[in-house]
């Protein structure tokens, strides 16, 4: 009796079980080939979700083979400031990875990533050339924050959402750093990274522009679109507990006389009801509002002077149980509400130092700073730390939000940044990138209606306050 047909069922079962095995020890020397940039800080509450997200890449990289890709933390790499600005890191990157990896790919802490489908989706393009990759963002009309670039048609220039990660092709690496060598960074300010860092390997045209993939994704990873994405967004407000009580944070709003009559009503129309514990200050004491004078007189600069007699007043003449100040422009729009969930995951005996991060002179040995117009939250331990420094303002009317991040950077204390809070106006950015936020702050008056920018974008509604969840606001051209 023939036994050919079990043979062959055998002979056919090997075959099968012998791709398989070589589909997974290719699948494992591509992941190896690729080196995953967490671009992570060194806050305890950030740090922490850096570290879970590279437990989950090397956890799926085992269940793939014995080939693990490097997984770097950029808070990590370097002491250097602008370590977060990553064009620094090029040169080392090249160095270290430029003759065994394939992709730089980077990505947010909460950046989640399928390993298999990352590895399938770069396999599509020549690794030998030199490509740009992530999911595309672009300004519809030009803005303040990109300096008014590409004015005429702001839409043809591409920039990446970081959030849903992006990759760097080891030979435009290897480019970057000899550009690096020969012409280093000009620009003295860093305000939006992502554009920052298109315009530079773009190279006035001479370099690549950013190739969208379509597998590099936002959507909530429970969304029923994610099926075909290499990566997702965890799309919601942090809440690590309960929010912190109202009386946990002081509220201190920077005015002056001539803005009493047009911007403090908003304020008391708007977010004010929110915060248990708020003063305004002012060049006037106006008892209708009621302001404070400070003895500080208005500046049409900075506002260095009035900003450390504010941080002098918070330690020395409220409750010593108050354990956060946040100070705001008398045109900021916050969401107190959304800001108390959000402290919940700090820590207040460390020195926190909170809010939207830029930087000022990275690519020379610089220092970040918290911009003051979306707002900017302190620990009372920071303050403390602060000012027992003796670090000051070196003119009263030098720009506040930046001598603070000197002082901090001096005292080794490092800015914590959060994408929620917001310089300009919704406006101003592109809409692909507020979809997948939650955010607690924007700033600026001009040319729109702020109550009704306040109320579609920041006011808690009945499903947030129960739940935590993201709300769908119908949220217009504002």
């Known amino acids: 009796m023939s036994r050919e047909p ?48 590279k437990r989950d890449i090397l956890k799926q990289a085992v269940d793939l083979g014995k080939e693990l890709p490097t997984v770097l933390l950029i808070h990590q790499i370097d002491r250097h400031e602008g370590a977060w600005t990553i064009l620094p890191l090029m040169t080392d990157f090249s160095v270290t990875y430029g003759r065994n990896s394939s992709w730089i790919f980077f990505c ?18 020549d690794k030998s050339k030199e490509w740009f990759l992530g999911k595309a963002l672009y300004d519809e009309e030009s803005t303040i924050i990109h300096h008014y670039a590409f004015a005429e048609n702001p839409t043809v220039f591409k920039f990446p959402d970081f959030a849903a990660g992006w990759a760097l092709s080891i030979p435009l690496v290897n480019k970057l750093a000899k550009k690096l060598k020969s012409e280093p960074l000009k620009s003295d300010f860093t305000i939006d990274l992502k554009h920052e860092i298109a315009l530079y390997i773009w190279q006035k045209g001479e370099g690549p522009h950013l190739t969208p993939v379509p597998e590099f994704c936002t959507d909530d990873m429970n969304s029923y679109k994610v099926d075909h994405c290499a990566t997702t967004f965890s799309n919601f407000l942090p809440l690590c507990g309960e929010p912190v009580n109202k009386e946990d944070v002081f509220v201190a709003v920077k ?15 708007t977010w004010e009801r929110e915060a248990a514990l708020i003063e305004y200050y002012s060049d006037h004491a106006d008892i209708s509002i009621p302001t404070i004078d400070l003895g500080i007189p208005n500046t049409d600069r900075g506002h260095c002077g009035k900003t450390f007699a504010i941080l002098e007043r918070f330690l020395n003449h409220t409750s010593p149980r108050t354990p956060w100040l946040v100070v705001v422009d008398d045109d900021t729009l916050i969401s107190i509400f959304r800001l108390r969930k959000l402290l919940s995951c700090y820590d207040p005996n460390e020195p926190v130092f909170l809010g939207e991060r830029y930087g000022y002179g990275l690519g020379t040995g610089g220092y970040s700073y918290i911009t003051g117009g979306g707002g900017m939250v302190f620990s009372r331990t920071a303050v403390q730390k602060l000012l027992a420094s003796k670090c000051r303002c070196y003119s009263m009317d030098a720009p506040d939000d930046m001598v603070l991040g000197m002082c901090f950077s001096g005292l080794g204390i490092p800015i914590t940044h959060s994408p929620l809070f917001h310089q300009a106006r919704p406006m101003d950015y592109p809409k692909d990138y ?18 009704k920018v306040y109320f579609t974008w920041l006011a808690p509604n009945t499903e947030e306050s129960s739940n935590g969840k993201k709300v769908g606001y119908n949220r217009e051209d504002l």
């Open 6 to 53: 079990g043979c062959s069922r055998w002979l056919l079962f090997a075959a099968c079980a012998h791709l398989v095995f070589l589909l997974s020890s290719l699948r494992a020397r591509e992941l190896k080939g690729i080196v995953f940039v967490i671009q992570s800080q060194s806050n305890s509450f950030h740090s922490k979700r850096a570290e879970d997200l």
């Open 108 to 125: 947010e802490e909460d950046t989640r990533i399928q390993v298999i489908k990352l590895v399938e989706t770069l396999r599509r393009f």
């Open 255 to 269: 005015t002056c006389r001539k803005f009493h009559g047009d911007r403090i009503p908003v304020v008391k129309q």
């Open 434 to 451: 507020l979809s997948h936020q939650i955010p607690v702050s924007f700033h600026k008056h001009w040319n729109i209606d702020p109550v």
